[in-house]
T-cell receptor, first 113, second 115 residues
Framework: SQTIHQWPATLVQPVGSPLSLECTVE??????LYWYRQAAGRGLQLLFY??????ISSEVPQNLSASRPQDRQFILSSKKLLLSDSGFYLC????????????FGPGTRLLVL | AQSVTQLGSHVSVSEGALVLLRCNYS??????LFWYVQYPNQGLQLLLK??????LVKGINGFEAEFKKSETSFHLTKPSAHMSDAAEYFC?????????????FGGGTRLMVKP
């Protein structure tokens, strides 16, 4: 069976510090991968998606970036965090090549102070 | 462009009462539709999905939803609410064939269940 992991679960960072959130998927190959942000009291905002290694599409311009160094690894990064980057970050995967369900990881709660 | 509207950011029902969470969508082509549930500090869990088979879709935990093309709706229902149903619910739409199969989410509805 497939599982999706996110690390860390919780993170408190000062403004201006760098960020690296990791998402890994097990039990499948060549998945489509997604990063979402959920700000307090708001819905989900798609940040990035990837259909393959090194292929990243950005949905919202901001100070975040994403990378996919391996087939089942998706990383969300920032060089300098802003207060507005606080939120709950969710990674999701879907089987590539078909319109199927997206499955979500447990999330990372980020608080920027 | 697709959009999803969930009427009512908060819904409160009594335990044992009917649950009705509303979702309306706009899409240029027949969509795929999803309902997800999110418990506090957790990721999203799929409740059910519509992908062009039967218009009445049954999901987990006793939930079901009906796709009504004429009303562009996909409302979520459950005959009898349990305390454990208290959570946030998200409706989502995926345009068939869109690159990357991106989901567009509604703003969410927080369901509260009173004893």
């Amino acid at each position: 069976s497939q599982t999706i992991h996110q690390w860390p679960a919780t993170l408190v960072q000062p403004v201006g510090s760098p960020l690296s959130l990791e998402c890994t998927v097990e039990g499948t190959s060549n998945p489509n991968l997604y990063w979402y942000r959920q700000a307090a009291g708001r819905g989900l905002q798609l940040l990035f998606y990837s259909v393959g290694i090194g292929q990243i599409s950005s949905e919202v311009p901001q100070n975040l970036s994403a990378s996919r160094p391996q087939d089942r690894q998706f990383i969300l990064s920032s060089k300098k965090l802003l207060l507005s980057d606080s939120g709950f970050y969710l990674c999701a995967w879907r089987r590539g090549g078909s319109v199927e369900t997206q499955y979500f990881g447990p999330g990372t709660r980020l608080l920027v102070l | 462009a697709q959009s999803v509207t969930q009427l009512g950011s908060h819904v409160s029902v009594s335990e044992g009462a009917l649950v009705l969470l509303r979702c309306n969508y706009s899409s240029s082509v027949p969509p795929y539709l999803f309902w997800y549930v999110q418990y506090p500090n957790q990721g999203l869990q799929l409740l059910l999905k519509y992908t062009s088979a039967a218009t009445l879709v049954k999901g987990i935990n006793g939930f079901e939803a009906e796709f009504k093309k004429s009303e562009t709706s996909f409302h979520l229902t459950k005959p009898s609410a349990h305390m454990s149903d208290a959570a946030e619910y998200f409706c989502a739409v995926s345009d068939r064939g869109n690159a990357g199969n991106m989901l567009t989410f509604g703003g969410g509805t927080r369901l509260m269940v009173k004893p």
